[in-house]
């Protein structure tokens, strides 16, 4: 991790907007609760001040931070399950299942995501956030898991998958200590990949007035924030605090999903580049070396 600035700056940033998710709501009033001094700046009272209700902005943020933080797990651990169950088990299975699962990935990824969800949101009257959870999990499996059975594909022809068929180990216990712990690094990636997926999608959901009713997440304050024309009304610690915490979120599961790409990829490491610049030659090293070979 020291060698790593990238790692951990992401996990700095994103374990200091976790630890507010998990810790704010608890010290800081009910975002619902209604007072009677309108939009307020930010004071000793209000940190991020109210809004045009008298609603307080951090209670308001905390709690939006807890539910973007809950859909983003929701969505990471369905998408993980269900592309690993269609990429890995299938891959490795091969014959009629594989081909089976293969089709129907191939389907769930040709099927437009948004414009699925839009619909959906838009028939469903009281969404709940466990339903844009799942709605944006199955909208989001498919392409992890062909990258999965692509590269579950060459590990089971590997010589130790082999020596381990020949021995007569079972398939259940090949395909998880010889196969899923090459696929850690990758499972990983794409798990932080379908949680930022996640998190903007619910903020585009609930953004348009699409998102989970009833609860605070970071997409709702931006809708909350549009409506009551912060913006317009230079209210700026209305809708700078939630987008803000987006966009910090996102740079750094970003940033850790690109120290991932280069635990699973050398060619990409630092370090090797360091290398690689180490062996070449000066120009008087060349010189010399040709009239040596001369």
Not at 141 to 157: F, K
Request: glycine share 10%; with cysteine.
């Amino acid at each position: 991790m020291a060698r790593n600035p990238k790692l951990l700056a992401g996990l700095i940033i994103g374990g200091a907007i976790v630890l507010f998710g998990l810790l704010g709501p608890l010290v800081c009033q009910d975002p619902r609760l209604v007072n009677d001094i309108g939009l307020t700046g930010p004071s000793a009272e209000h940190w991020l001040g109210t809004t045009q209700t008298g609603q307080d902005v951090l209670a308001q943020l905390a709690h939006g931070t807890r539910g973007s933080l809950a859909v983003g797990a929701i969505v990471g651990v369905l998408t993980l399950l269900l592309s690993a169950f269609f990429g890995v088990v299938g891959a490795y299975a091969g014959g009629w299942v594989d081909e089976m699962f293969s089709l129907f990935t191939n389907i769930m990824l040709v099927i437009p995501g948004l414009p699925l969800v839009i619909v959906i949101s838009s028939y469903v009257p009281d969404k709940s956030i466990w339903l844009v959870s799942v709605v944006l999990a199955i909208t989001s499996w498919a392409g992890s898991a062909r990258v999965l059975r692509g590269y579950t594909l060459s590990l089971r022809s590997r010589d130790y998958v082999l020596a381990s068929r020949v021995a007569g180990e079972k398939r259940w216990r090949i395909l998880s200590v010889e196969i899923l712990p090459n696929l850690i690094p990758l499972l990983a990636s794409q798990v932080v990949f379908a949680v930022i997926f996640a998190i903007l999608g619910e903020a585009g959901l609930s953004y348009l007035g699409l998102g989970a009713s009833g609860s605070f997440t970071w997409g709702t304050m931006l809708y909350y924030a549009q409506n009551g024309l912060a913006l317009r009304l230079g209210a700026w610690w209305w809708f700078v605090p939630p987008g803000l915490m987006l966009a910090l979120f996102g740079a750094a599961l970003s940033l850790i999903n690109f120290s991932i790409d280069e635990i699973i990829n050398p060619k990409l490491r630092n370090q090797t580049r360091a290398a690689r610049k180490g062996w070449r030659m000066s120009r008087e090293q060349l010189s010399k070396a040709k009239e040596a070979t001369l």
